[in-house]
């Protein structure tokens, strides 16, 4: 396949640790950027029979991305809704330093993938992210559409939009999914000053989430998690995630025991969830859920940092990245933001 391949200085917001550049202006903010796209041969063979998997372009960063990034206050551009700086945490009991300095910065519109070898620090970012009790954090700071995180509680941290799936998911004695899902639905929408939702209403608003998860209907009688299988104690936490429209969804190793089947309902259920508005950050240790969610950027977590960060330019991505660099280009310029004609 023929390989176009450019070189572009464009802006990066995702972050790694060892870069703190500031990104006030244009010119510090721009990144060299190798990026190769393959050449769509389809285009100019058009008999040729279509792909049904859409072509990926991979940006291999020459240089570290910022610790920072100030895009929501740029024209058009998409907001930040996580910001994490330099975060460094210990394990509350031994005092034992895991996070040394992780930076993080995600946009709404974008999906991210944290891999990594076991005992990298993966899933403790993710717990400190939702204030997992066992962690202190020891230093650095973390912001979550502008608001301190760690200054929440880890509840207010729900209700403000953060949603975390969980590598073993509890079981709630007593408790039915559907009143689980109705009470967590009814406290968000609280939350955000609105009315709750009466159940027969909430029952035509919850069952087409759990068609379209390949999920029995009758699930939603049965206790939370009580007596789930792995796969189906996923499915029902992609469902939550659903149900509750999260601006940020960590799901921390969703993958884990799935077989073929269950990891495609899972992935298009993420996938049917994302909207321009919202993100996904995944942590797994498998390339095999990324072949079926496209991630926007994939970190590499050593030791307790991000080590390494690629940009994946699929085509919804690069639409997201061209989106981002123009924004930029207009603020610094000061022209008026691109308006739909
Ligand atoms: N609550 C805890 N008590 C004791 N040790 C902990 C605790 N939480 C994390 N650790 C240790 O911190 C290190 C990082 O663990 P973490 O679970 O974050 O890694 P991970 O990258 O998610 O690994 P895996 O891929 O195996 O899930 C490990 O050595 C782990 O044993």
């Known amino acids: 396949m023929a390989l176009l391949t450019y070189s572009s200085t464009i802006p990066f917001s995702s972050s790694s640790s060892s870069t703190s550049l500031s990104s006030r202006r244009f010119p510090a903010t721009l990144f060299r950027t190798h990026v190769s796209v393959p050449l769509n041969p389809w285009r100019f063979r058009s008999r040729l029979p279509r792909p049904h998997a859409p072509l990926r372009a991979k940006a291999t960063l020459t240089v570290d991305s910022p610790a920072t990034g100030d895009a929501s206050s740029r024209n058009g551009s998409p907001r930040v809704l996580l910001q994490v700086k330099d975060l460094k945490a210990v394990i509350k009991e031994s005092g034992q330093e895991i996070l040394r300095g992780v930076n993080l910065t995600i946009h709404e519109g974008e999906v991210h993938a944290i891999m990594g070898k076991n005992g990298s620090g993966k899933s403790t970012f993710s717990k400190v992210l939702v204030g997992h009790q066992d962690y202190d954090v020891t230093g650095g700071s973390v912001l979550f559409k502008d608001q301190n995180l760690l200054e929440m509680e880890p509840e207010e941290r729900s ?181 739909r004609v």
């Not at 940009?311 to 639409?319: D, F, N």
Request: with cysteine.
């Open 159 to 339: 209700h403000v939009g953060l949603f975390m799936s969980f590598q073993i998911p509890v079981e709630i004695p007593g408790v039915s999914n559907f009143d689980f899902l109705h009470m967590a639905f009814n406290a968000r929408r609280k939350n955000h000053g609105l009315p709750p939702v009466e159940p027969l209403e909430f029952y035509s608003l919850v069952t087409p989430k759990v068609a379209s998860l390949n999920m029995n209907p009758k699930f939603l009688d049965r206790n939370v998690n009580e007596g789930f299988s792995g796969g189906e104690k996923k499915r029902n936490e992609i469902l939550q995630l659903a149900v509750l429209e999260a601006d940020l969804a960590i799901l921390d190793e969703i993958d884990s025991g799935l077989d073929v089947d269950a990891l495609q309902d899972v992935a298009n259920a993420v996938n049917g969830l994302l909207t321009p508005n919202n993100s996904v950050l995944i942590i797994t240790h498998y390339q095999r859920l990324l072949d079926y969610i496209n991630p926007s950027y994939v970190h590499i977590m050593e030791e307790g940092m991000i080590v390494k960060t690629e940009l994946i330019a699929h085509p919804r991505a690069l639409m997201h990245h061209l989106k981002s660099l123009l924004a930029v280009l207009l603020a610094d310029y000061h022209c008026p933001p691109l308006k």
